[in-house]
């Protein structure tokens, strides 16, 4: 079934609408950062604010990390053997954290979540040039979701291509320290997005069959 580029933004935004609870544990990497930097801040003191804002990031990013450790090695060892997705995990996680231990620079950690976004969505467009949807069953390896895989992955692509154009803009447009504000809203942010995204596949692949 056709339906026009506005249809299409109006199904998307109606979405949002009555969304579920979020998890807890959404908040919390982002309680971190904002309550880590301002104490670091008085702590280290005023010239020392790159230092306090890299070691407060640092802190958030490995809560973020760690809480999602075990979902990332489940999903790498759909690809990999044991042994691979092992060490994968523990580079893809440790490798950041190494990287802003040793910065006291504000844009080495606005960087970094750009350069998460590259990689995921370089994941994702290498399955749309190859034909596969390992990825994407991955993420949602339900069997009714089985049909939907083609286009979530290159809902993916858009997905993360769009979170990285967001960041960039952000760290062009305001202040290093309203940008810890955009950081602690966007697993939030990014949350809901995904979501209503997900449903528009969805609802746009079931239309498409019954048409």
């Given at each position: 079934?056709?339906?026009?580029?506005?249809?299409?933004?109006?199904?998307?935004?109606?979405?949002?609408?009555?969304l579920p609870p979020l998890s807890?544990?959404?908040?919390?990497?982002?309680?971190?950062?904002?309550?880590?930097?301002?104490?670091?801040?008085?702590?280290?003191?005023?010239?020392?604010?790159?230092?306090?804002?890299?070691?407060?990031?640092?802190?958030?990013l490995a809560v973020r990390i760690?809480?999602?450790?075990?979902?990332?090695?489940?999903?790498?060892?759909?690809?990999?053997?044991?042994?691979?997705?092992?060490?994968?995990?523990?580079?893809?996680?440790?490798?950041?954290?190494?990287?802003?231990?040793?910065?006291?620079?504000?844009?080495?950690?606005?960087?970094?979540?750009?350069?998460?976004?590259?990689?995921?969505?370089?994941?994702?467009?290498?399955?749309?040039?190859?034909?596969?949807?390992?990825?994407?069953?991955?993420?949602?390896?339900?069997?009714?979701?089985?049909?939907?895989?083609?286009?979530?992955?290159?809902?993916?692509?858009?997905?993360?291509?769009?979170?990285?154009?967001?960041?960039?803009?952000?760290?062009?447009?305001?202040?290093?320290?309203?940008?810890?504000?955009?950081?602690?809203?966007?697993?939030?942010?990014?949350?809901?997005?995904?979501?209503?995204m997900v449903l528009t596949v969805?609802?746009?692949?079931?239309?498409?069959?019954?048409?």
């Amino acid at each position: 079934m056709y339906r026009s580029p506005l249809d299409l933004v109006r199904l998307f935004l109606s979405l949002f609408q009555d969304l579920p609870p979020l998890s807890r544990a959404l908040y919390l990497p982002g309680a971190v950062l904002l309550l880590g930097y301002p104490v670091l801040s008085v702590v280290l003191g005023p010239d020392h604010g790159g230092q306090a804002f890299a070691t407060a990031f640092l802190a958030a990013l490995a809560v973020r990390i760690g809480m999602g450790f075990e979902g990332m090695v489940r999903r790498m060892l759909t690809r990999y053997s044991a042994l691979q997705a092992t060490i994968f995990a523990l580079a893809f996680a440790g490798l950041p954290l190494m990287v802003l231990a040793l910065a006291d620079d504000p844009l080495w950690c606005q960087r970094m979540q750009s350069v998460f976004y590259v990689v995921i969505a370089g994941v994702f467009l290498q399955d749309v040039l190859n034909g596969r949807t390992t990825t994407a069953a991955s993420f949602w390896p339900d069997a009714e979701m089985r049909e939907h895989l083609p286009n979530l992955t290159k809902m993916m692509v858009v997905y993360n291509f769009g979170f990285l154009l967001l960041n960039e803009t952000m760290i062009k447009v305001v202040d290093a320290s309203h940008w810890l504000l955009f950081w602690a809203m966007l697993p939030i942010i990014g949350h809901m997005v995904l979501r209503a995204m997900v449903l528009t596949v969805i609802n746009l692949d079931d239309n498409g069959h019954r048409a």
